[in-house]
């Protein structure tokens, strides 16, 4: 028996001792007790939000995709580019500070590709559309989210937080926005977080896949050379210009190959590390903070270990160049800096994951989740000696 039960009874028993002027009285409070509830606003709203999957969240449908990763030991390097490079250089941002990486760390030998990214179940956003090209047109907080994807499926602790976001991801850049070809920025439609999405403020703690800070890239870039490029110094320092650069031709796609669009990976030749596409063919999201400010900003002129830069700020860094940049730009120590939020043609990532646990010197491995079992059986060196071979020129 029910409450509706129980009044209906004590009603008919009313009914019997009660003067009919109350009856009408009586007949509204039983209709009125026995309606369907009415839910709080807010209540429906919080019921709604507790059913909302986050942006990270696994649906079934994921692929583990297969990278290939290069392990990086620990180092230190000249962070920045000499003032004679001033033609291309932003004397402040380039500043060169003495940096020290403590840690070793996993980076891919590649920028995400399109297929990499779908394995993940995100549609994909791309224009330029192939397989084993970079995936483009997705922003800084896409390319996180897609790092804590990978995270899940292998096990390790996330190392970003997206309650605060909003809007689908992989959405790419609709008609409607005003240069749809290039980039969007539209806070309504893109994906989008408030505040700092960051759950270790030390990034380096973070035992989970994200993207590199501009000193672990830099590092990864470089591969022990302190020219301009790995093959050397850029010859020609006039922006704005694309002239034929010699340097870049065996490692890079740039504005006088590239023919104005983005190539498969893996088509020219890589750094010592074994990176390629490290310089050209599309920027790369790093983890920095760039408002105009040296590395060392808070303590100039200190060698600097482990650098993160400012945990807030306007615009995040892109670094490497493109295939639409003059040569001049294509280099180890060039920034470029857009807002997080903005989603670009010639801009993808490559994601990087601290190791914690015992690695071989100069090792590289096709799977990160059987890293620690697997013995690593390519040197990073040989990788580049070998690739040279797979030049397209």
């Given amino acids: 028996m029910n409450a509706k039960f129980y009044f209906i009874q004590a009603a008919k028993n009313m009914i019997k001792k009660t003067p009919q002027k109350y ?47 290069v392990v990086i030991q620990s180092g230190s390097f000249t962070f920045g580019s000499a003032e004679d490079f001033s033609g291309c250089r932003a004397p402040i941002v380039e500043k060169q500070v003495p940096v020290t990486l403590t840690r070793s760390f996993l980076m ?20 330029i559309v192939g397989a084993n090209k ?57 994906f989008n977080c408030n505040g700092d999405i960051h759950k270790y403020p030390d990034y380096y703690s973070c035992p989970g896949y994200r993207l590199p800070t501009t000193a672990e890239w830099e590092f990864a870039a470089r ?38 669009t983005i190539h498969p990976v893996k088509q020219k030749v890589s750094n010592a590390f074994g990176f390629y596409d ?24 200190i060698p600097l270990v482990d650098p993160i830069g400012p945990k807030n700020g306007r615009t995040k860094t892109r670094r ?12 180890a120590s060039w920034h470029s800096t857009a807002e997080p939020i903005m989603k670009m043609y010639d801009t993808g990532f490559r994601p990087v994951r601290t190791l914690f646990e015992d690695v071989s010197t100069d090792s590289t491995t096709d799977s990160a989740a059987d890293f620690a079992t697997d013995s690593a059986t390519d040197s990073a060196t040989d990788s580049a000696t070998d690739s040279a071979t797979d030049s397209s020129d």
């Fill in 23 to 69: 009856l009408l009285l009586l007949f509204a409070i039983a209709v009125f007790s026995c309606s369907p509830k009415k839910h709080d606003s807010s209540d429906s709203q919080s019921n709604s939000d507790d059913t909302i999957e986050p942006a990270d969240a696994l649906i079934g449908n994921e692929l583990l995709p297969n990278i290939h990763w």
């Fill in 108 to 127: 891919a030998e590649t920028e995400i590709t399109q297929t990499q990214w779908e394995n993940l179940s995100f549609a994909n956003p791309s224009q």
């Fill in 134 to 190: 970079p995936v483009t047109f997705i922003n800084f907080y896409e390319a996180a989210a897609w790092c804590n994807k990978l995270s899940r499926i292998e096990g390790f602790e996330t190392c970003y937080e997206f309650s605060s976001c909003t809007n689908a991801i992989g959405t790419g850049c609709g008609p409607e926005e005003e240069w749809p070809d290039e980039g969007c920025w539209n806070s309504e439609i893109n």
């Fill in 223 to 260: 591969a022990g050379t302190t020219t301009h490029t790995y093959e050397g110094n850029i010859e020609n320092y006039q922006p704005s210009y694309c002239f034929h650069e010699p340097t870049l031709e065996k490692i890079a796609w740039y504005c006088n190959n590239a023919n104005d």
């Fill in 278 to 301: 490290i310089l050209g063919n599309v920027f790369e999201w790093v983890d920095y903070f760039n408002d105009g400010q040296s590395l060392d900003f808070d303590t100039p002129d």
């Fill in 320 to 331: 490497g160049g493109s295939f639409n940049k003059d040569g001049c730009y294509v280099n």
